[in-house]
T-cell receptor
Framework: DTAVSQTPKYLVTQMGNDKSIKCEQN?????MYWYKQDSKKFLKIMFS???????INETVPNRFSPKSPDKAHLNLHINSLELGDSAVYFC??????????FGPGTRLTVT | DAKTTQPTSMDCAEGRAANLPCNHS???????VYWYRQIHSQGPQYIIH???NNETNEMASLIITEDRKSSTLILPHATLRDTAVYYC?????????????FGTGTRLTVIP
């Protein structure tokens, strides 16, 4: 049983395109997140979404936008993709007072 | 959140105990110590957390010094599958979002 799942696992696209990464959690958690891991393996939080409250890391460009159709999903939309957006993106979820569960990651390559 | 300092890398022989240290000298009274690990090409995985008492679960033990300025994660019998980057994170246990700020971690290599 997959707790946090992401699709696709790999995404290769060209500069300037718009793409989305989907995330679903079946843990009943009330908070979901997106993290980015760059080529140097630094793992940084991008967004957290809790009860319709979005907290954005100030360093994230506004080309990135999370969208939550319901409590179990937090999709990541990226507009006008740039070379520097190439990274592995991890979705995660947690409930207050519990540990955070991460998805398997989506490797995005922008050419 | 308080800053943590970890060695860049460590080796451990298979079957031996792996002891991973973490310094968090600026930890606040309400901050917990969390440990996560990331096995190659996978998402980070929660291991254990504690406030001031030592903790043990099926994966590991966490030893926190009395002054709480440092801690040690112990994998009692390391296996090859424990090869990963281990992250020590300190943060409050709070309601709402549980944002995690990862440092560079310790790359543990378990050697056959």
């Amino acid at each position: 049983d997959t707790a946090v799942s992401q699709t696709p696992k790999y995404l290769v696209t060209q500069m300037g395109n718009d793409k989305s990464i989907k995330c679903e959690q079946n843990l009943g958690h009330d908070t979901m997140y997106w993290y980015k891991q760059d080529s140097k393996k630094f793992l940084k939080i991008m967004f957290s979404y809790n009860n319709k409250e979005l907290i954005i890391n100030e360093t994230v460009p506004n080309r990135f936008s999370p969208k939550s159709p319901d409590k179990a999903h937090l999709n990541l939309h990226i507009n006008s993709l740039e070379l520097g957006d190439s990274a592995v993106y991890f979705c995660a979820s947690s409930q207050a007072g519990t540990s955070t569960y991460f998805g398997p990651g989506t490797r995005l390559t922008v050419t | 959140d308080a800053k943590t300092t970890q060695p860049t890398s460590m080796d451990c022989a298979e079957g031996r105990a792996a002891n991973l240290p973490c310094n968090h000298s600026t930890i606040s009274g309400n901050e917990y110590v969390y440990w996560y690990r990331q096995i190659h090409s996978q998402g980070p995985q929660y291991i254990i957390h504690g406030l001031k008492n030592n903790e043990t679960n099926e994966m590991a033990s966490l030893i926190i010094t009395e002054d709480r300025k440092s801690s040690t994660l112990i994998l009692p019998h390391a296996t090859l599958r424990d090869t990963a980057v281990y992250y020590c994170i300190v943060r409050p246990l709070q309601t709402g979002a549980n944002n995690l700020f990862f440092g560079t971690g310790t790359r543990l290599t378990v050697i056959p």
